[in-house]
């Protein structure tokens, strides 16, 4: 069994607060938001416990180095944020907009290289046959003749999250009830018996391994009555507290997909009105999703979803991206636009089923981690930011009252909350929608209809695998297209000229090389620079971490190097995968894409705290 | 023991890497989408306040102060990172902090906030700031600063100060030709425009930033805004400087090659 090495023992510093906090998104936005407004509502406010004849001490720490720095596509009904901001107005927060135009478009395979079934492939024709006659029918692409009603966002907004928390933040801190620290992440819950203390930073002024050198700084210890988790679907504390305190029976994140996405600046004479919504399918492979958002100014969001139940071990989001703006349907709009930002994250997929225990001694979990996620209506920003809210609520009425923060009083009053709220109504009802997609795609986006459709009554249930057990050798998830001797010819060829055995079979299967302008087709290098402007400053830890190298060296389908966002993993000399931690985005990928499992429920790849990543605030 | 107070003037400037975009706006040029950008403080300021923490905790009694010129809204998004850094006390003032921005008016506005400083005894001041600003290189804000202060004793270019337990000071400042020129000075008050000093960047406290962040949202919320007019001021011509950005992946290249085509690449311009 793999343990991770024991902590040697540091004289650390800490610090008492009330609330401690880890990751600042959408959804601890909502928590805070709530809970500030609460306490400047509240004639007799209450006191610090930690720091007597205080006011309430809370504190949040974001790994991130500015809160503006998170990544999502975001439309969203904005319910929650709205019930937080009666008196929202999107044109006080660059790139927000009302949705005014939203399509559901089926995407055809324009250049015949998508992984299609005979099935798809002959309905492709069929379309194609018909298309004359077929309304709808545009630029290689079907406009289904109405939304869905559970995917229906014509009453939301597209945001930027990075400049949504931006907002958010700045409000925040104008409160003075709160404070929020960027670039502070933090590495792993405090345990004290049955009960979260706190949490404990990272060590700083350490080399790639860990170990203390000049200017060392042993990450803190801030113990405080409650914790509170929201530190996304990759986040080290959630995890922990999985691994702790074990799920929910039935319950398991299995589920993922990698968002990755480009913010451009449209070129001159497209006259798409902001608020414009193309929610799309089919294309570049039928498992992959996309989406396109016109944002004020001529800005838009393009990007895709590659989930877990894309079997390909070769799987690329950042080609896939490309060849995605490439279709004819979205290239009409983006030809001559300019990539302005860029970056990627995970999603956990798997909405109620990965539901953790939301709240124990000293300790709740709120947004994307504990399962707030709509895998029906494809949402998850209004979920977490509502989690946040209902938790502060609950937060504040045990304040009010005096009850300390055990799981039995954080369960009435936050988990009961959250049991009678509409993300748990809404939960339930795409819990079971995406299983379909577990046997295909077809199957799967007919148990999603059944699911809207009949408000969850009925959807195609499967077993779902973890990840690992799904990614297949490149020799068997290509057979009867490349022979063994093909794959192994271009995976040494791959070794020898360091080119990514992805790209190389991508070209082998048909895909067009990308025609780069410079602008916004770019390589991925590129991509991290002029988009992500990525950055990790140095005396931190690698937070990705191949626990086992030997094991390593006889993975066939290092699965970890093709689907890594940032180019950040790549052939190390050893056979072991190397790791650049000033490449890193931190979307995680990696952490669910390993195919190697070490021990029950445990792959080959540590994700840990890291700092540095994304510095662009447009995501 | 001698104190100082350490006055620090620094604001900020886009996040590295960040794409710049010159536009006409309604007062003059400006950077497109300006206040989406990210920002940082100014890397030149950012060293003197490095220094300044430092000088302070070797002279017990000394003080810290950060005058920051620049949008309220970003001052204090970057003050969420920079308060973790070092101790100081926020003096903060409402105004434009871009490139394209009078230094004079600029300096003028700076000084009269340090001024106004309450117990600001300029026997003691040490005037700190970046010899230049990332934004804009004209080096030019510190000294016309120390000038409406009435301070002569003005170094530019500083990487390192030296004090004497009488509060003399020996003064590291850059010269031509990759050379230092060492300078003695009797005594407070002086300025020192700083280049990169020697100093790491501290790493993030957070009973620093608990510290600082009792005074830091209080100057917010009291920043004055600055009438920065730029009257007197026009622009002919702004531009980036010309760079085209070609990736090429080239696998076991000599250094001598790689040297060979960046000086190359570097004539042409």
């Known amino acids: ?225 409650l914790t509170v988790v929201g530190d996304g679907p990759v986040g080290p504390v959630g995890r922990e507290l999985d691994e702790v305190f074990g799920m929910p029976s039935g319950h398991h994140v299995r589920d993922w997909a990698v968002g990755m996405k480009a913010v451009v600046s449209l070129p001159e004479g497209v006259d798409l009105p902001a608020g414009t919504v193309f929610h799309m399918m089919g294309y570049p492979e039928p498992e992959i999703f996309g989406f396109f958002y016109v944002h004020p100014d001529r800005m838009a969001s393009v990007g895709i979803f590659v989930p877990s139940w894309f079997d390909s071990p070769v799987r690329t989001a950042y080609r896939y991206l490309q060849h995605f703006m490439l279709h004819p349907y979205l290239w009409r709009y983006l030809d001559g636009a300019t990539l302005l930002s860029w970056g990627a994250k995970s999603l956990q997929e798997s ?54 923060f055990t799981r039995e009083n954080l369960e009435a009053a936050y988990v009961e909350r959250r049991r009678r709220s509409w993300v748990e109504k809404e939960g339930r009802v795409a819990e079971h929608a995406r299983d379909g997609f577990q046997r295909g795609f077809i199957q799967g986006l007919i148990g999603m209809g059944l699911a809207g459709l009949t408000g969850g009554r009925i959807s195609l249930h499967a077993n779902i695998k973890e990840p690992h057990e799904r990614i297949q050798e490149p020799e068997d998830y290509f057979r009867g297209k490349f022979s063994h001797e093909e794959i192994e010819a271009i995976r040494k060829r791959c070794l020898a000229t360091n080119q990514s055995l992805h790209d190389a079979l991508m070209d082998a299967c048909g895909w067009p090389a990308i025609p780069f302008d410079g602008k916004l087709l770019i390589t991925h290098q590129d991509a991290l620079l002029v988009g992500g402007k990525v950055q990790a400053a140095a005396g931190y830890a690698d937070h990705v971490v191949f626990l086992q190298p030997e094991v390593c060296r006889f993975c066939g389908s290092k699965t970890c190097i093709e689907i890594c966002s940032g180019q950040a993993i790549t052939q190390g000399d050893s056979g072991t995968p190397a790791f650049d931690r000033e490449k890193c985005v931190h979307c995680g990928a990696c952490l669910w894409n390993c195919s190697q499992e070490i021990e029950k429920g445990k792959t080959n790849i540590a994700f840990r705290a890291g700092a540095g990543g994304l510095h662009s605030a447009q995501n | 023991m001698n104190s100082f107070q350490i006055v620090v003037c620094g604001s900020i400037v886009p996040d590295p890497l960040q794409t710049l975009e010159p536009v006409a706006g309604p007062t003059g040029p400006a950077l497109k989408n300006e206040m989406m950008l990210p920002a940082v403080l100014d890397p030149w300021a950012a060293h003197s306040l490095y220094e300044a923490a430092n000088l302070a905790k070797q002279f017990p009694g000394s003080k810290v102060y950060l005058v920051s010129l620049g949008p309220k809204a970003k001052l204090q998004q970057v003050m969420m990172t920079v308060g973790q850094k070092v101790p100081f006390e926020l003096v903060a003032i409402d105004g434009p902090a871009s490139g394209f921005t009078d230094s004079e008016e600029v300096a003028g506005a700076l000084a009269a906030a340090i001024e106004a400083l309450p117990g600001i005894d300029k026997t003691k001041l040490l005037l700190f700031g970046g010899w230049e600003s990332a934004s804009r290189g004209a080096g030019s804000t510190m000294q016309i600063v120390g000038e409406l202060l009435g301070i002569t004793d003005q170094f530019q270019g500083v990487d390192r100060i030296t004090v004497r337990p009488d509060g003399s000071f020996e003064v590291l400042e850059r010269i031509e030709g990759g050379k230092h020129q060492v300078s003695e000075c009797k005594s407070a008050p002086a300025v020192l425009g700083w280049a990169t000093g020697y100093l790491g960047e501290p790493r993030n406290d957070p009973q620093v930033g608990m510290m600082n962040m009792r005074g830091i949202m209080p100057s917010l919320q009291k920043a004055k805004p600055a009438q920065i007019a730029n009257d007197g001021l026009s622009f002919l011509k702004v531009e980036l400087p010309k760079q085209q950005r070609t990736t090429r992946i080239v696998k076991d290249a000599s250094a001598d090659e790689i040297a060979q085509e960046i000086a190359e690449w570097i004539a042409k311009d």
């Open chain 1, 1 to 225: 069994m793999h343990r991770e090495p024991k902590e040697p023992v540091i004289d650390r510093q800490s610090l008492e607060v009330d609330i401690a906090c880890g990751g600042f998104g959408p959804a601890m936005g909502g928590f805070l938001t709530t809970l500030s407004k609460k306490l400047a509502e509240c004639e007799t406010p209450p006191e610090s416990k930690a720091m007597p004849g205080m006011p309430l001490q809370v504190i949040c720490y974001e790994r991130a180095d500015d809160v503006g720095f998170g990544v999502s596509g975001v439309v969203t009904r904005a319910r929650g944020i709205r019930n937080s901001f009666p008196d929202f107005d999107a044109s006080q927060i660059p790139m927000a907009t009302p949705v005014v135009n939203e399509k559901v478009l089926y995407l055809l395979d324009p250049i015949g290289a998508s992984r299609r079934s005979a099935t798809l492939r002959l309905g492709d024709k069929l379309l194609r046959s018909l298309k004359n006659v077929i309304p709808g029918f545009d630029h290689d692409a079907l406009e289904l003749p109405y939304t869905p009603e559970f995917l229906k966002k014509h009453d939301g907004f597209i945001l930027s999250i990075g400049q949504f928390n931006q907002w958010v933040g700045n409000q925040l801190l104008n409160s003075g009830n709160v404070q929020i620290w960027p670039g502070m992440p933090v590495k792993k819950a405090l345990f004290e018996k049955n009960r979260v203390a706190g949490i404990r930073l990272v060590d700083q002024g350490v080399d790639k391994q860990g170990n203390p050198e000049a200017g060392f700084m042993a990450g803190m210890d801030i113990k405080a009555a």
């Open chain 1, 351 to 404: 909405g109620k089923q990965g539901e953790p225990y939301l709240a124990g001694n000293g300790y709740a979990r709120i947004g994307e981690g504990s399962g707030s996620t709509n895998v029906l209506t494809g949402s998850g920003v209004d979920e977490a930011w509502t989690t946040g809210t209902l938790l502060a609520d609950g937060v504040f009425e045990l304040l009010r009252t005096g009850k300390p």
